[in-house]
């Protein structure tokens, strides 16, 4: 308690206003929220009553649960809470996250990262807009206008994507934050109990987070990095391939170019335009370099996108089949093999004997 009162061997059910604390004589008592400042869980010891197996598996399982992030408990002080609104619209915020506040530096960090690039990507394609119209000529500059109205959608789409996952992370880390801080070391009877849906839920949203659920944060973090940098990287050659666009259609245009003005006096001076076959030459054999770069970076991001699906893939896989203690999707054998003696005797009336028999047991499992 605040007044440094403690209440010990008394379970503990927290409620939005109210601490609600079960006693060994069945009474229940309500702590009004800052009259207490910390709960440490721990199992109860009641010794009025002697519990069976199945309560003693029980309260373990409620301890357990109960110590899932540590088994000391503070809870948050009003003046230190985040409104999880607030938090959202911060999200919103190009370069900036909401996880900043909840002390989230790494995972702040990240969408600080990937918001900038995609930022930059969709300055970067809205100031080649305005180069366009003037540098291309006849049905280039219709091709390379749609072009960079795709490449527009596709870049807000990329952008949009990350800031409302921002938001939404941001307001559900506020959430977390109010609740208060765990410390202290979870008390663990038996491995965490996690379910191959769990986790497979966890990593179809972002690569690695199955793992780190299922503490295996090794696996975790390597599937998280990879995922962040093969996206990065698609985003990064997404902009190199409007670039190598753009420098192609510009060699085309000037394939149209490579004419020149003849005059012939024949007898009067007449201007004739024709093609100037040394630079016509010179332009072709640019423009198909320049379309070879191009072909060449889409391949690359083509690439790119690939290994992005098949990092998430495999983390998904190995999230739902190969990771956590419990619940795991395995199959497998065993044989067992055993003797046991009959405890019955059978009387032989007639011969005045009497005789044991002996049961042999044999059993082939096959669990999935």
């Given at each position: ?30 702590l ?35 110590s ?33 506040r ?9 969408f ?22 003037g ?109 190598a ?15 020149r ?44 996108w ?43 009336r007639?011969?005045?004997m ?5 049961e ?9």
């Amino acid at each position: 308690m605040k007044s440094d009162e403690k209440i010990e061997n008394v379970k503990a059910k927290m409620g939005p206003q109210y601490l609600e604390l079960s006693l060994e004589n069945g009474k229940t008592v309500s702590l009004l929220n800052g009259t207490w400042k910390l709960l440490k869980i721990q199992p109860v010891q009641w010794n009025k009553k002697i519990p069976n197996a199945a309560e003693e598996i029980q309260e373990r399982d409620r301890v357990q649960q109960l110590s899932e992030k540590g088994n000391i408990y503070t809870p948050r002080p009003e003046e230190d809470k985040i409104s999880p609104v607030s938090n959202f619209f911060l999200g919103l915020i190009p370069g900036y996250s909401g996880l900043y506040r909840t002390k989230n530096y790494w995972g702040a960090g990240t969408f600080t990262v990937l918001e900038l690039a995609a930022t930059a990507n969709l300055i970067s394609i809205s100031s080649r807009q305005g180069l366009h119209g003037g540098a291309f000529q006849g049905s280039s500059s219709v091709t390379a206008a749609s072009q960079n109205t795709q490449d527009t959608i596709f870049g807000e789409a990329i952008l949009g994507l990350l800031l409302l996952t921002d938001a939404v992370t941001s307001s559900i880390m506020a959430s977390s934050w109010n609740e208060g801080t765990y410390s202290g070391e979870p008390l663990r009877f038996s491995p965490k109990k996690t379910t191959w849906y769990g986790r497979g839920f966890r990593s179809l949203l972002f690569p690695g987070w199955g793992q780190i659920y299922a503490e295996e944060p090794g696996k975790g973090y390597v599937f998280l990095t990879l995922g962040a940098s093969l996206f990065a990287a698609g985003i990064y050659q997404d902009n190199h391939i409007r670039t190598a666009r753009r420098e192609y259609n510009a060699d085309k245009d000037q394939i149209l170019n490579s004419d020149r003005i003849v005059t012939y006096y024949n007898p009067y001076p007449v201007v004739r335009y024709e093609w100037d076959i040394p630079l016509l030459s010179s332009n072709i054999i640019r423009a198909e370099g320049s379309k070879e770069n191009l072909d060449d970076a889409k391949i690359l991001r083509g690439n790119i996108w690939g290994a992005l699906a098949a990092v998430w893939t495999i983390s998904l896989l190995d999230a739902i089949f190969f990771s956590g203690n419990k619940d795991k999707l395995t199959s497998g054998f065993r044989f067992n093999f055993r003797v046991q003696p009959n405890s019955q005797v059978y009387e032989t009336r007639a011969m005045g004997m009497s005789a044991s028999n002996t049961e042999y047991f044999a059993e082939l499992k096959y669990s999935f």
